[in-house]
């Protein structure tokens, strides 16, 4: 049976209060409930700390992520956080999202030598794409599909153009995890995971909220 990725991208949300109530109403998680599933959750960077103790201390079953790192190493970077730094708490990174590229100018070369630099540091990289045409680095092998029309709308993507950009991906590259990202709700998960080649979701507007992300998680 495959192991499906359910990731939590908060983006620029919640105060250190509101991080620590979704971690504590989310502990009602058990391993029962996640059989073959993972949960990464990617909070803003400044709850990392406080969230990497509360989960060590609960013992809870999320391991964390984050949304983006820097392009550069260590050094005079005014604002960076680098990818040495981010390893000491999390297993993840996302790198590429559309907001990035669309309200910060990221592009191709800047997402590859963030690709390498979280490689070289260790870290699982989750690369987004938006459709077949986004190039991936040569040794992603884990990409999240998120059609930029799907995103914060209400308007998912179909499991079946979603099935068919996976299939896509694993046939023309390194990858092998596919997931899905768009408007993903507790009524609509299950019917992306039911999906050969997808192989988890990637939760924006609808992580936010405890309840919400406990019955996904669930269902996913
Ligand atoms: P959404 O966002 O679930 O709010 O559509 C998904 C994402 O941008 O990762």
């Not at 971690?23 to 058990?30: E, K, N, T």
């Not at 884990?142 to 930029?148: G, H, L, V």
């Amino acid at each position: 049976m495959k192991k499906v990725f359910i990731v939590a991208n908060w983006k620029s949300n919640k105060t250190e209060s509101e991080a620590k109530d979704w971690l504590s109403q989310v502990s009602s998680l058990r391993d029962q409930d996640l059989l073959n599933k993972e949960i990464i959750v990617c909070p803003s960077f400044v709850h990392l700390s406080a969230m990497k103790t509360f989960i060590e201390e609960q013992k809870l079953p999320i391991k964390l992520g984050v949304q983006n790192i820097s392009p550069f190493g260590e050094g005079a970077y005014t604002g960076e956080i680098n990818s040495k730094q981010i390893k000491g708490f999390v297993d993840f990174v996302i790198i590429g999202h559309s907001e990035r590229r669309k309200n910060f100018g990221e592009t191709d070369e800047m997402l590859f030598q963030k690709f390498k630099l979280a490689k070289e540091a260790g870290l699982n990289v989750i690369f987004c794409v938006q459709g077949k045409e986004i190039k991936v680095p040569e040794d992603a092998n884990i990409i999240a599909y998120e059609p930029i029309n799907a995103i914060g709308t209400g308007n998912p993507d179909t499991p079946e153009n979603a099935e068919n950009v996976g299939v896509y991906f694993k046939a023309n590259s390194q990858v092998s995890r596919v997931l899905y990202g768009g408007s993903v709700t507790a009524a609509n998960v299950s019917g992306f995971t039911q999906m050969p080649n997808i192989d988890g979701i990637l939760v924006g507007g609808a992580s936010l909220d405890p309840l919400e992300f406990l019955q996904i998680s669930k269902n996913a």
